[in-house]
């Protein structure tokens, strides 16, 4: 029996869901980009009051703003390694449910652009990318990753780096021109 504790921090929302062979025993978020590293915590802290300590931890790792992911997947690691379980990554824009054969989903990259993926049959056919909103077709926006969804995905993905589309804002002295 595999026990995940779920989290993803991609969007403006902290998710945490703790998940039973397919089962949500517990699922929560807190809404708020600048809050991930607060609602973490808290949300966590729910959950294991409820539910059976989880035996795997399955983490968005994006593609997302730099520093929500980043408190999402330290958490994941954190969590993870003191518990001695395993990890595993999955690529948030894949969790996104829509109910549709084909379609497009986005999320807020900030700076005027959008983190999108294509799918067909519920498979990725293209991205996951970031562009300018006019630069993609017939994009679904303000949806948000399924938490049962994330822990059936960790059974074929298993992602070991975050989901950085950007380059850096911060560049050693030396590269900067």
Not at 3 to 16: E, F, G
Not at 133 to 138: D, L, Q, R, S, T
Request: some cysteine; glycine content about 6%; proline content about 6%.
């Amino acid at each position: 029996m595999t026990i995940s504790l779920a989290i993803d921090t991609a969007t403006s929302r902290t998710i945490v869901a703790i998940v039973d062979e397919g089962k949500v025993l517990f699922e929560s978020f807190h809404e708020g980009a600048m809050d991930h590293g607060k609602a973490i915590t808290e949300l966590v802290s729910q959950a294991l009051k409820v539910c059976p300590v989880p035996n795997q931890v399955v983490v968005g790792m994006g593609p997302g703003p730099f520093t929500g992911l980043r408190v999402g997947i330290t958490f994941a690691h954190t969590f993870a390694l003191a518990r001695n379980i395993p990890i595993i990554g999955v690529c948030s824009l894949d969790a996104i449910v829509i109910d549709q054969d084909e379609y497009t989903v986005a999320i807020d990259a900030r700076r005027k652009e959008i983190y999108w993926a294509r799918y067909k049959s519920g498979q990725r056919i293209s991205g996951p990318a970031v562009n300018k909103p006019a630069e993609v077709e017939g994009f679904i926006l303000d949806r948000y990753p399924e938490m049962a969804k994330l822990v059936a995905l960790s059974k074929t993905q298993d992602i070991s780096e975050p989901m950085y589309l950007r380059r850096p804002d911060a560049v050693p002295t030396a590269e900067r021109t």
